[in-house]
């Protein structure tokens, strides 16, 4: 096994701990996880110990960048190790981002990469093996964009795809949050990243780890943290990125039926029966292009507030199968539209940006 980075995990029921992830000969993700109770604090200090796995005397920390020779060890559907009684695990050499097996990693194309990301991702689909949520890039910094739930990082990876890099964790105890920020200061910067895909209309990360950008070794984000003397010019003060065009998909009014749909989540059938008329909503979503989420969201919203009476004009029960027919056709018709132009927001441009094509990093 060939390690790739350590994760800082912290739940909101208050555990904490880490996830350190390796890789097999054949590319395929496990990880080697250490989670209890005790918040941030814990993961930090977790990160230094010994890998229950073993005999190994490795740390967390150092797994994330050594090898380890194991037998024995069983694999979770999702690819956790077992450290059970009959494992057997030795220290081996490990490898660089940069050389095989991890540097197939970044070989996949990040449309192809992106698409496996959302099959995992989906809430109606298969979540098959450990990783499949990760995204291995080429990229050059742009620098900060601002959004109401913070700042995060522009890039560019492979294809002139522009991807805004997210923090992980916004716990102050945690590195995530400051080393983006040092990283918006060096807009040009290349490095090799490692982030996890968050499903959005335009192509978005939470960054996790990276190349150094000193051009030796890899950083842990959540983990370890970077100073001012590791980037090129360590007096730059945080640099805006570039206005970037919008995607097809970025003012798609989709969010009119799906705030519908979990609304009867939350309120119930009767909190859409008592919205009246929505043809002003359903009009904008004709305009965009989406005949049927249109109909959709009328015949949801009409379902909702019928009711019929007998002869004698006295109401009848809810027709409530119906109801939920309607509202599983519009759940599972904004879960493969918002998909579909997630996937399409990962496609290259048909024109590149003016530019130096991204050159492979030399760090690993």
Known sequence: LYGLFTEPVVTDSGHGGVRTWVAGSDGRLHTVGDVAPGGAGRALGVADRAVRLGDTALTHRELGRAGLAV????????????????????????????EPPLAALWETPPAAQAARALRTTSRYGDPGGGGGD??????????????????????????????????????????HRDNLMLLATAPGTRLRIIGRMVPALHPRLTLLACSHPAGE?????????LRRADLPDPSAPVRPAPPQP????????????????????????????????????????RRAGLPTAAG?????????????????????????????????????????????????????????????????????
């Open 71 to 98: 037998s024995g060890a069983t694999v979770s559907p999702d690819g956790r190790l077992g450290a059970g009684k009959g494992v057997k695990a030795v220290t081996a050499r490990g490898a660089a981002w940069t």
């Open 246 to 285: 919008g995607g097809s998909g970025a003012e798609s009014p989709l969010f009119l039926l799906e705030r519908r749909v979990e609304q009867a989540v939350t309120a119930g059938r009767s909190a859409l029966g008592m919205l009246g008329d929505v043809t002003a909503e359903t009009r904008r979503i």
């Open 134 to 175: 990760l995204l291995f890039l080429d990229v050059e910094l742009l620098g900060a964009v601002a959004e109401p739930g913070g700042t995060c990082l522009l890039a560019l990876c492979e294809g002139g795809i522009p991807v805004r890099l997210a923090v992980a964790d916004d716990d102050p105890a945690l590195a």
């Open 217 to 225: 070794g890899t950083l842990d984000l959540g983990l370890d943290r």
């Open 296 to 364: 959709l969201l009328a015949a949801l919203c009409a379902s909702a507030g019928r009711r019929e009476r007998d002869l004698f004009g006295r109401l009848l029960p809810a027709d409530t199968d119906g109801f939920a027919t309607h509202w599983l056709t519009a759940a599972r018709y904004t879960a493969a539209v918002a998909e579909s132009l997630c996937a399409a927001a990962w496609e290259p441009p048909l024109r590149r940006s003016a530019g130096r094509p991204l050159d492979r990093p030399r760090s690993g």
